[in-house]
C-alpha cells in the first residue's frame, strides 16, 4: 500500500497569511494526488484533483502543486473560512490512501 | 442537486452485524462509482470500499476485506454496505462518496460528492 504522510500536523496562522501543507507518498505517484478540506462537524470536500486542478467552485486562493513523490497545497491569502483540516490523498493505486491530516488553526 | 444520504448507523456489540444504506439523488447514479470512506471519532479518513457503476468490479480495504460487502440498486440509486464480524476498531463515521468516474479503480480519481456519515459504534 502506499503510504502518505503531511506535514506540519498542525499550525497556526493568521487571517491573509500565506500557507503551504506538505504531502509525501512512499513511491511516486505521478499526479495522481488529491486534496480536501473537512470543517468540524461536516464531510470533506475535494479542492484539488490531479495534483494542481481547482475542483469547480473552489476559491482562486487554493493551488496546489507537485508530482513524483512530493506534493503542496498553497492558501495564498488565508481567509476565516479556511479553518479546517486539510487531506490529501493518492488515487494512483488502490488502496486508495489518505494523508493524517493537517489542521490549520486560527494564531 | 447531488444528495447522499446514509443511514443504519448504530450501537452493535462486537461480532454482530449492521446493514449500512446510503440514498443518492440529483445525479444519474449509475454514471458513476461509489465508495464508503469512514473516520473514526476525532481521526482520520479511511477508505473501505469502492463499487462501479455496474457492480462490475468492488474493492476492499484489507482491514473489511471478508468481513464487509458493498453492493448497489441502480434501480432504487442506493449503495449499501454489510457489515459482518464487527470490531471495535470498526467504529466510526461511515461516508457514503462519490467517484468522479465509471470506474472504481482509476488511476487518478477523486471523491466529488460526500454525504454526511452515519455513526457506527461497536461496544459491549
Known amino acids: 500500500d502506499i503510504q502518505m504522510t503531511q506535514s506540519p500536523s498542525s499550525l497556526s496562522a493568521s487571517v491573509g497569511d500565506r500557507v503551504t501543507i506538505t504531502c509525501r507518498a512512499s513511491q511516486s505517484i505521478s499526479r495522481f494526488l488529491n486534496w480536501y478540506q473537512q470543517k468540524p462537524g461536516k464531510a470533506p470536500k475535494v479542492l484539488i484533483y490531479?495534483?494542481?486542478s481547482l475542483q469547480s467552485g473552489v476559491p482562486s486562493r487554493f493551488s496546489g502543486s507537485g508530482s513524483g513523490t512530493e506534493f503542496t497545497l498553497t492558501i495564498s491569502s488565508l481567509q476565516p473560512e479556511d479553518f479546517a483540516t486539510y487531506y490529501c490523498?493518492?488515487?494512483?493505486?488502490?488502496?486508495?490512501?489518505f494523508g493524517p491530516g493537517t489542521q490549520v488553526e486560527i494564531k | 442537486e447531488v444528495q447522499l444520504v446514509e443511514s443504519g448507523g448504530g450501537l452493535v456489540q462486537p461480532g454482530r452485524s449492521l446493514r449500512l444504506s446510503c440514498a443518492a439523488s440529483g445525479f444519474t447514479f449509475d454514471d458513476y462509482a461509489i465508495h464508503w470512506v469512514r473516520q473514526p471519532p476525532g481521526k482520520g479518513l479511511e477508505w473501505v470500499s469502492g463499487i462501479s457503476w455496474n457492480s462490475g468490479s468492488i474493492v476492499y480495504a484489507d482491514s473489511v476485506k471478508g468481513r464487509f460487502t458493498i453492493s448497489r440498486d441502480n434501480a432504487k440509486n442506493s449503495l449499501f454496505l454489510q457489515m459482518n464480524s464487527l470490531r471495535a476498531e470498526d467504529t466510526a463515521l461511515y461516508y457514503c462518496a462519490r467517484d468522479s468516474q465509471l470506474t472504481v479503480a482509476g488511476t487518478g480519481t477523486y471523491f466529488d460528492f460526500w454525504g454526511q456519515g452515519t455513526l457506527v459504534t461497536v461496544s459491549a
Open positions: 490523498q493518492q488515487s494512483y493505486s488502490t488502496p486508495w490512501t
Open positions: 490531479a495534483a494542481s
